[in-house]
Protein backbone atom coordinates (compact mmCIF):
# COMPACT_ATOMS: atom_id res chain seq x y z
CA UNK A 1 0.00 0.00 0.00
CA UNK A 2 1.52 3.50 -0.91
CA UNK A 3 -0.74 5.41 1.53
CA UNK A 4 1.67 5.75 4.71
CA UNK A 5 -0.33 3.74 7.30
CA UNK A 6 1.65 5.38 10.44
CA UNK A 7 0.55 8.75 9.66
CA UNK A 8 -2.26 9.82 11.79
CA UNK A 9 -4.94 9.56 9.73
CA UNK A 10 -8.45 10.64 11.36
CA UNK A 11 -10.45 11.73 8.78
CA UNK A 12 -11.90 9.49 5.87
CA UNK A 13 -13.47 10.35 2.50
CA UNK A 14 -15.85 7.62 0.45
CA UNK A 15 -16.86 8.02 -2.76
CA UNK A 16 -20.35 7.00 -4.36
CA UNK A 17 -19.86 7.42 -7.87
CA UNK A 18 -23.74 6.48 -9.34
CA UNK A 19 -26.03 9.37 -10.67
CA UNK A 20 -29.33 9.21 -11.78
CA UNK A 21 -28.23 11.70 -14.34
CA UNK A 22 -25.20 13.75 -14.80
CA UNK A 23 -25.44 17.49 -14.47
CA UNK A 24 -23.95 19.46 -17.78
CA UNK A 25 -21.51 21.28 -15.27
CA UNK A 26 -20.35 18.00 -13.66
CA UNK A 27 -16.52 17.42 -14.00
CA UNK A 28 -16.24 14.69 -11.13
CA UNK A 29 -15.94 10.61 -11.52
CA UNK A 30 -19.71 10.19 -11.49
CA UNK A 31 -21.57 7.25 -13.54
CA UNK A 32 -25.44 7.75 -14.02
CA UNK A 33 -27.49 4.69 -15.36
CA UNK A 34 -24.78 2.21 -13.46
CA UNK A 35 -27.05 1.04 -10.76
CA UNK A 36 -26.64 -2.37 -11.79
CA UNK A 37 -22.90 -2.34 -10.67
CA UNK A 38 -23.99 -0.65 -6.80
CA UNK A 39 -24.17 -3.99 -5.39
CA UNK A 40 -20.52 -4.75 -7.01
CA UNK A 41 -19.24 -1.33 -6.03
CA UNK A 42 -20.19 -1.63 -2.58
CA UNK A 43 -18.74 -4.81 -1.91
CA UNK A 44 -15.19 -3.88 -3.72
CA UNK A 45 -15.93 -0.43 -1.28
CA UNK A 46 -15.78 -2.32 1.99
CA UNK A 47 -13.07 -4.59 1.16
CA UNK A 48 -10.85 -1.44 -0.27
CA UNK A 49 -11.64 -0.03 3.42
CA UNK A 50 -10.72 -3.29 5.51
CA UNK A 51 -7.20 -3.77 3.60
CA UNK A 52 -6.77 -0.69 4.65
CA UNK A 53 -7.31 -1.07 8.24
CA UNK A 54 -6.29 -4.18 8.33
CA UNK A 55 -2.68 -2.67 7.36
CA UNK A 56 -3.10 -0.01 10.47
CA UNK A 57 -1.12 -0.84 13.51
CA UNK A 58 -4.05 0.14 15.71
CA UNK A 59 -7.14 0.63 15.31
CA UNK A 60 -7.84 4.13 13.92
CA UNK A 61 -9.97 7.03 15.68
CA UNK A 62 -12.04 9.09 13.17
CA UNK A 63 -13.32 12.74 13.55
CA UNK A 64 -14.91 13.18 10.27
CA UNK A 65 -16.19 10.78 7.07
CA UNK A 66 -17.56 12.48 4.35
CA UNK A 67 -19.28 10.59 1.70
CA UNK A 68 -19.40 11.85 -1.45
CA UNK A 69 -20.63 11.60 -5.13
CA UNK A 70 -21.61 11.00 -7.33
CA UNK A 71 -25.19 10.90 -5.45
CA UNK A 72 -24.79 9.40 -1.53
CA UNK A 73 -28.60 9.75 -1.46
CA UNK A 74 -29.18 7.02 -3.83
CA UNK A 75 -27.36 4.34 -2.35
CA UNK A 76 -29.64 1.76 -1.00
CA UNK A 77 -29.96 1.77 2.81
CA UNK A 78 -29.00 -1.71 2.92
CA UNK A 79 -25.66 -0.95 1.48
CA UNK A 80 -25.11 2.05 3.38
CA UNK A 81 -26.26 0.12 6.92
CA UNK A 82 -23.82 -2.49 6.00
CA UNK A 83 -21.18 -0.24 4.94
CA UNK A 84 -21.24 1.42 8.48
CA UNK A 85 -21.05 -2.26 10.13
CA UNK A 86 -17.72 -3.00 8.63
CA UNK A 87 -16.91 1.15 9.56
CA UNK A 88 -17.40 0.58 12.96
CA UNK A 89 -15.77 -2.59 13.15
CA UNK A 90 -12.77 -1.23 11.76
CA UNK A 91 -12.26 2.10 13.22
CA UNK A 92 -13.61 4.10 16.47
CA UNK A 93 -15.40 7.28 15.58
CA UNK A 94 -14.71 10.06 18.08
CA UNK A 95 -17.46 11.51 20.43
CA UNK A 96 -17.29 15.07 18.17
CA UNK A 97 -16.96 13.25 14.55
CA UNK A 98 -18.83 14.93 12.01
CA UNK A 99 -20.50 12.22 9.90
CA UNK A 100 -21.20 13.80 6.36
CA UNK A 101 -23.36 12.52 3.28
CA UNK A 102 -23.96 14.55 0.22
CA UNK A 103 -27.92 14.55 -0.93
CA UNK A 104 -29.53 15.50 -4.07
CA UNK A 105 -32.90 17.18 -3.89
CA UNK A 106 -35.16 14.76 -5.71
CA UNK A 107 -33.28 11.83 -4.74
CA UNK A 108 -34.12 11.27 -0.96
CA UNK A 109 -37.56 9.85 1.18
CA UNK A 110 -38.75 10.41 4.46
CA UNK A 111 -37.23 7.63 5.43
CA UNK A 112 -34.17 7.81 5.11
CA UNK A 113 -33.25 10.46 7.14
CA UNK A 114 -33.57 7.83 10.08
CA UNK A 115 -31.98 5.15 8.49
CA UNK A 116 -28.68 7.98 7.88
CA UNK A 117 -29.21 9.27 11.55
CA UNK A 118 -28.89 5.29 12.91
CA UNK A 119 -25.80 5.11 11.12
CA UNK A 120 -23.95 8.01 12.70
CA UNK A 121 -24.58 10.82 10.14
CA UNK A 122 -25.00 13.59 11.74
CA UNK A 123 -24.44 16.23 8.76
CA UNK A 124 -26.45 16.09 5.19
CA UNK A 125 -24.71 18.64 2.23
CA UNK A 126 -27.42 19.48 -0.01
CA UNK A 127 -26.64 20.09 -3.43
CA UNK A 128 -29.42 23.00 -4.29
CA UNK A 129 -27.55 25.04 -6.87
CA UNK A 130 -30.54 27.09 -7.74
CA UNK A 131 -34.17 27.37 -7.29
CA UNK A 132 -35.25 28.13 -10.64
CA UNK A 133 -36.52 25.21 -12.28
CA UNK A 134 -35.76 25.90 -15.68
CA UNK A 135 -31.91 27.16 -15.21
CA UNK A 136 -31.58 22.93 -13.60
CA UNK A 137 -33.63 21.70 -16.43
CA UNK A 138 -31.29 22.81 -19.23
CA UNK A 139 -28.41 21.83 -17.31
CA UNK A 140 -29.37 18.58 -17.41
CA UNK A 141 -30.27 18.40 -13.81
CA UNK A 142 -33.72 17.51 -12.40
CA UNK A 143 -34.91 18.17 -9.46
CA UNK A 144 -37.87 20.62 -8.14
CA UNK A 145 -37.75 23.73 -5.74
CA UNK A 146 -40.66 21.55 -4.83
CA UNK A 147 -38.02 18.69 -4.13
CA UNK A 148 -35.79 21.21 -1.89
CA UNK A 149 -38.94 22.06 0.44
CA UNK A 150 -39.36 18.56 0.66
CA UNK A 151 -36.25 17.92 2.06
CA UNK A 152 -36.19 21.00 3.99
CA UNK A 153 -39.31 19.60 5.75
CA UNK A 154 -38.66 16.44 6.78
CA UNK A 155 -34.93 16.11 7.52
CA UNK A 156 -34.01 19.27 9.74
CA UNK A 157 -36.13 17.39 12.28
CA UNK A 158 -33.99 14.04 12.19
CA UNK A 159 -30.49 15.77 11.39
CA UNK A 160 -30.03 19.14 12.65
CA UNK A 161 -26.45 20.10 11.10
CA UNK A 162 -27.49 20.72 7.10
CA UNK A 163 -25.67 22.54 5.17
CA UNK A 164 -26.55 23.75 1.06
CA UNK A 165 -24.48 24.18 -2.30
CA UNK A 166 -25.42 27.15 -4.45
CA UNK A 167 -23.70 28.35 -7.64
CA UNK A 168 -23.52 31.79 -8.88
CA UNK A 169 -23.29 32.70 -12.24
CA UNK A 170 -25.34 29.88 -13.36
CA UNK A 171 -26.67 31.32 -16.78
CA UNK A 172 -30.57 32.30 -16.76
CA UNK A 173 -30.46 33.34 -13.26
CA UNK A 174 -31.42 37.29 -13.26
CA UNK A 175 -30.07 39.43 -10.57
CA UNK A 176 -33.53 39.65 -8.86
CA UNK A 177 -34.05 36.09 -8.98
CA UNK A 178 -30.46 35.65 -7.33
CA UNK A 179 -31.27 37.82 -4.71
CA UNK A 180 -34.66 36.57 -4.08
CA UNK A 181 -33.55 33.04 -3.63
CA UNK A 182 -30.55 34.12 -1.27
CA UNK A 183 -33.51 35.99 0.91
CA UNK A 184 -34.96 33.25 1.05
CA UNK A 185 -32.31 30.46 1.96
CA UNK A 186 -30.88 32.75 4.96
CA UNK A 187 -34.58 31.79 6.51
CA UNK A 188 -34.20 28.14 5.89
CA UNK A 189 -33.31 26.40 8.98
CA UNK A 190 -29.79 25.21 8.42
CA UNK A 191 -26.18 25.74 9.91
CA UNK A 192 -24.08 26.21 6.93
CA UNK A 193 -24.04 28.02 3.32
CA UNK A 194 -21.43 26.94 0.48
CA UNK A 195 -21.77 29.50 -2.70
CA UNK A 196 -19.25 28.51 -5.52
CA UNK A 197 -18.53 30.68 -8.50
CA UNK A 198 -19.68 28.15 -11.89
CA UNK A 199 -16.59 26.76 -13.29
CA UNK A 200 -16.61 25.65 -16.84
CA UNK A 201 -14.62 22.43 -16.77
CA UNK A 202 -13.32 21.43 -20.64
CA UNK A 203 -14.97 18.34 -22.17
CA UNK A 204 -18.51 19.00 -20.07
CA UNK A 205 -21.69 19.48 -22.26
CA UNK A 206 -21.41 22.46 -20.94
CA UNK A 207 -18.56 23.39 -22.34
CA UNK A 208 -19.58 22.64 -25.67
CA UNK A 209 -22.43 25.03 -25.36
CA UNK A 210 -20.81 28.28 -24.48
CA UNK A 211 -17.72 27.65 -27.07
CA UNK A 212 -20.60 27.22 -29.46
CA UNK A 213 -22.54 30.26 -28.10
CA UNK A 214 -25.53 28.24 -27.14
CA UNK A 215 -25.41 29.17 -23.63
CA UNK A 216 -24.17 32.97 -22.95
CA UNK A 217 -22.79 32.91 -19.10
CA UNK A 218 -23.04 36.32 -16.86
CA UNK A 219 -21.14 38.86 -16.88
CA UNK A 220 -17.98 38.58 -14.68
CA UNK A 221 -18.70 42.17 -12.73
CA UNK A 222 -22.51 41.21 -12.02
CA UNK A 223 -21.23 37.97 -10.70
CA UNK A 224 -18.69 39.72 -8.64
CA UNK A 225 -21.43 42.52 -7.31
CA UNK A 226 -23.86 39.79 -6.51
CA UNK A 227 -21.26 37.99 -4.36
CA UNK A 228 -20.33 40.87 -2.82
CA UNK A 229 -24.01 41.73 -2.00
CA UNK A 230 -24.67 37.81 -0.88
CA UNK A 231 -21.82 37.92 1.01
CA UNK A 232 -23.24 40.64 3.24
CA UNK A 233 -26.66 39.26 3.25
CA UNK A 234 -25.26 36.17 5.04
CA UNK A 235 -23.79 38.15 7.61
CA UNK A 236 -26.27 39.78 8.26
CA UNK A 237 -28.38 36.69 9.13
CA UNK A 238 -25.25 34.96 11.18
CA UNK A 239 -23.43 32.70 8.50
CA UNK A 240 -19.96 34.12 9.30
CA UNK A 241 -17.58 33.58 6.00
CA UNK A 242 -14.81 31.50 7.05
CA UNK A 243 -13.18 30.49 3.37
CA UNK A 244 -13.55 32.05 -0.34
CA UNK A 245 -17.21 30.00 -0.80
CA UNK A 246 -18.05 29.12 3.24
CA UNK A 247 -20.36 30.45 5.72
CA UNK A 248 -21.52 29.17 8.64
CA UNK A 249 -23.77 29.59 11.92
CA UNK A 250 -21.04 29.30 14.56
CA UNK A 251 -19.43 26.29 15.47
CA UNK A 252 -20.95 24.83 12.26
CA UNK A 253 -17.90 25.27 10.67
CA UNK A 254 -17.40 22.36 8.28
CA UNK A 255 -14.46 19.82 10.08
CA UNK A 256 -13.88 17.42 7.17
CA UNK A 257 -13.31 20.84 4.28
CA UNK A 258 -10.79 22.44 7.33
CA UNK A 259 -8.64 18.72 7.23
CA UNK A 260 -8.17 19.55 3.23
CA UNK A 261 -7.04 23.36 3.96
CA UNK A 262 -4.84 22.81 6.65
CA UNK A 263 -3.54 20.01 4.78
CA UNK A 264 -3.67 17.29 6.98
CA UNK A 265 -4.12 13.50 6.32
CA UNK A 266 -7.07 11.77 4.71
CA UNK A 267 -7.52 8.20 3.14
CA UNK A 268 -10.27 8.34 0.44
CA UNK A 269 -11.78 4.80 -0.88
CA UNK A 270 -13.90 3.92 -3.98
CA UNK A 271 -13.60 4.91 -7.84
CA UNK A 272 -11.29 7.83 -8.52
CA UNK A 273 -10.89 8.59 -4.86
CA UNK A 274 -7.82 11.10 -3.66
CA UNK A 275 -5.83 10.94 -0.66
CA UNK A 276 -3.39 12.21 1.04
CA UNK A 277 -0.87 10.98 3.95
CA UNK A 278 1.34 14.43 4.84
CA UNK A 279 3.23 13.51 1.98
CA UNK A 280 2.39 12.00 -1.14
CA UNK A 281 -0.86 12.61 -2.73
CA UNK A 282 -2.72 9.93 -4.54
CA UNK A 283 -5.51 8.39 -6.83
CA UNK A 284 -7.35 5.47 -7.01
CA UNK A 285 -8.55 3.90 -10.71
CA UNK A 286 -11.41 5.92 -12.82
CA UNK A 287 -12.34 3.12 -14.77
CA UNK A 288 -15.11 1.21 -13.18
CA UNK A 289 -14.19 -2.23 -14.13
CA UNK A 290 -10.75 -1.65 -13.28
CA UNK A 291 -11.00 -0.68 -10.02
CA UNK A 292 -13.62 -3.57 -9.36
CA UNK A 293 -11.68 -5.87 -10.70
CA UNK A 294 -8.00 -4.72 -8.58
CA UNK A 295 -9.98 -4.42 -5.58
CA UNK A 296 -11.67 -8.28 -5.63
CA UNK A 297 -8.22 -9.32 -6.97
CA UNK A 298 -6.29 -7.95 -4.00
CA UNK A 299 -4.50 -5.23 -5.49
CA UNK A 300 -3.65 -2.02 -4.59
CA UNK A 301 -6.09 0.54 -7.23
CA UNK A 302 -3.83 3.44 -6.74
CA UNK A 303 -3.38 4.96 -10.36
CA UNK A 304 -1.61 7.83 -9.61
CA UNK A 305 0.58 9.00 -7.00
CA UNK A 306 3.30 12.24 -6.51
CA UNK A 307 5.67 12.88 -3.69
CA UNK A 308 4.77 16.76 -3.62
CA UNK A 309 7.98 19.06 -3.80
CA UNK A 310 9.15 21.94 -1.24
CA UNK A 311 7.79 24.08 -4.06
CA UNK A 312 4.75 22.43 -4.40
CA UNK A 313 4.12 22.09 -0.43
CA UNK A 314 4.91 25.92 -0.34
CA UNK A 315 2.19 26.80 -3.42
CA UNK A 316 -0.57 24.50 -1.26
CA UNK A 317 0.26 26.54 1.84
CA UNK A 318 -0.60 30.00 -0.14
CA UNK A 319 -3.47 28.50 -1.84
CA UNK A 320 -5.60 27.07 0.60
CA UNK A 321 -4.56 29.53 3.16
CA UNK A 322 -5.72 32.77 1.47
CA UNK A 323 -8.48 30.63 0.54
CA UNK A 324 -9.57 30.95 4.52
CA UNK A 325 -10.58 34.20 6.15
CA UNK A 326 -7.63 33.21 8.85
CA UNK A 327 -5.11 33.69 6.16
CA UNK A 328 -1.65 32.12 5.58
CA UNK A 329 1.36 32.93 7.47
CA UNK A 330 3.55 35.08 6.06
CA UNK A 331 6.70 32.84 6.27
CA UNK A 332 5.08 30.35 4.42
CA UNK A 333 5.08 32.24 1.75
CA UNK A 334 8.61 32.88 1.51
CA UNK A 335 9.60 29.95 3.00
CA UNK A 336 12.71 28.08 1.33
CA UNK A 337 12.91 31.18 -1.45
CA UNK A 338 16.63 32.60 -2.24
CA UNK A 339 17.33 36.30 -1.39
CA UNK A 340 16.27 36.76 -4.93
CA UNK A 341 12.90 35.38 -5.12
CA UNK A 342 12.05 36.47 -1.58
CA UNK A 343 12.81 40.66 -2.81
CA UNK A 344 10.32 39.52 -5.51
CA UNK A 345 7.75 37.79 -3.59
CA UNK A 346 8.32 41.15 -1.19
CA UNK A 347 7.75 43.19 -3.92
CA UNK A 348 4.51 41.44 -4.93
CA UNK A 349 3.28 41.37 -1.70
CA UNK A 350 4.35 45.50 -1.50
CA UNK A 351 1.81 45.68 -4.78
CA UNK A 352 -1.21 43.55 -3.68
CA UNK A 353 -1.45 45.50 -0.44
CA UNK A 354 -1.04 48.81 -1.77
CA UNK A 355 -3.55 47.84 -4.36
CA UNK A 356 -6.02 46.61 -1.25
CA UNK A 357 -5.63 42.88 -2.45
CA UNK A 358 -4.59 42.06 0.35
CA UNK A 359 -3.54 42.81 4.21
CA UNK A 360 -1.30 41.51 6.84
CA UNK A 361 -2.82 40.37 10.60
CA UNK A 362 -0.52 39.35 13.44
CA UNK A 363 2.38 37.89 10.57
CA UNK A 364 -1.03 36.29 8.31
CA UNK A 365 -1.71 37.60 5.02
CA UNK A 366 -5.59 37.99 4.47
CA UNK A 367 -7.75 38.37 1.56
CA UNK A 368 -9.47 41.79 1.34
CA UNK A 369 -13.11 41.72 -0.17
CA UNK A 370 -11.28 43.12 -3.15
CA UNK A 371 -9.37 40.17 -3.28
CA UNK A 372 -11.41 37.75 -2.40
CA UNK A 373 -12.81 37.57 -6.00
CA UNK A 374 -9.43 37.22 -7.71
CA UNK A 375 -7.87 34.82 -5.35
CA UNK A 376 -6.18 32.69 -7.78
CA UNK A 377 -4.46 35.73 -9.57
CA UNK A 378 -3.34 36.79 -6.51
CA UNK A 379 -2.15 33.37 -5.65
CA UNK A 380 -0.12 33.33 -9.07
CA UNK A 381 1.37 36.54 -7.84
CA UNK A 382 2.49 34.58 -4.65
CA UNK A 383 4.21 31.35 -5.98
CA UNK A 384 5.64 33.47 -8.88
Given at each position: ?????Q?????L??H????????H??????L????????????????????Y?????????????????????????????????????K??????A?????V??????????????????????????????????????????????????????????????????????????W?R????????????????????????????????N??????D????????????????????????????????E????????E??????????????????????????????????Q???????N???????????????G???????????????????????????????????????????????????????D???????
Amino acid sequence: MLYNTQTQTKSLYIHWPFCPYRCHFCPFVALAKHEQFMNRYQQALVKEIAMYSDACDIKQVLDTLYIGGGTPSTCPDDLLLDTFDRLNNKFIFSDSAEVTIEVNPGTVRKEQFEVWKSCGINRMSVGVQSLKDSVLHNLNRHQTKKDVDFLLTYAPQVIENISVDFIIGLPGVTNDEWKRAIQEVVTWPIKHISMYFLMVHEDTPLYFRVKTNKISLPKDDTIVDLYHWTRAIFDKHGFKQYEVSNFAKPGYESKHNTVYWERKPYKAFGLGACSFDGNMRLQNEKNLLKYLEGVEQDADVTSFNETLTEKQVRLEKVMLGLRRITGVKRNDVIHGLSKHDIEQITQHMSWLKDNNYIYEDNGYLKLTPTGLVVENDIVARLSS
